[in-house]
């Protein structure tokens, strides 16, 4: 009979792969990733922005499983930027929730359902091609 698994011989845990990108601690970027990342938002991406547009610094697209998570994750995001002291944000598209635009001043962030993601692909639209960051 096998020896059974003790603390000693257990595989320890694998701690997950954070595939966020780098952004400065503190930053309204790092909030918006975090906020995000703890919705468990799925395939956030960020693009830098900067010398493209004046528009934003950054964008950051996510997707949601439903409407409904899609809405939740963006009244979070825009309370927790409000009391984090970055200010006011605009939101459009929250009563269909299928994609829901916040604009943050600097970063703009664009949550989708999977479907409307794949649709509208602002990845490669803005010349960036996925989470590797390979355009």
């Given at each position: 009979?096998?020896?059974?698994?003790?603390?000693?011989?257990?595989?320890?845990?694998?701690?997950?792969?954070?595939?966020?990108?780098?952004?400065?601690?503190?930053?309204?970027?790092?909030?918006?990733?975090?906020?995000?990342?703890?919705?468990?938002?799925?395939?956030?991406?960020?693009?830098?922005?900067?010398?493209?547009?004046?528009?934003?610094?950054?964008?950051?697209?996510?997707?949601?499983?439903?409407?409904?998570?899609?809405?939740?994750?963006?009244q979070h995001?825009?309370?927790?930027?409000?009391?984090?002291?970055?200010?006011?944000?605009?939101?459009?598209?929250?009563?269909?929730?299928?994609?829901?635009?916040i604009d943050a001043g600097?970063?703009?962030?664009?949550?989708?359902?999977?479907?409307?993601?794949?649709?509208?692909?602002?990845?490669?639209?803005?010349?960036?091609?996925?989470?590797?960051?390979?355009?």
């Amino acid at each position: 009979m096998p020896d059974p698994i003790t603390p000693s011989t257990a595989i320890p845990a694998a701690k997950p792969v954070s595939t966020l990108p780098e952004s400065e601690p503190g930053s309204l970027h790092a909030l918006i990733l975090q906020s995000l990342d703890d919705d468990q938002a799925q395939e956030i991406v960020s693009i830098p922005l900067e010398g493209k547009t004046s528009v934003a610094d950054h964008m950051v697209i996510a997707s949601g499983r439903s409407t409904r998570q899609v809405a939740a994750m963006a009244q979070h995001l825009a309370e927790r930027i409000k009391h984090g002291g970055f200010g006011h944000v605009r939101i459009e598209g929250l009563p269909a929730a299928d994609w829901v635009l916040i604009d943050a001043g600097d970063i703009v962030v664009h949550l989708f359902r999977p479907e409307v993601r794949n649709f509208y692909n602002l990845e490669r639209m803005w010349g960036f091609d996925g989470p590797s960051g390979a355009a």
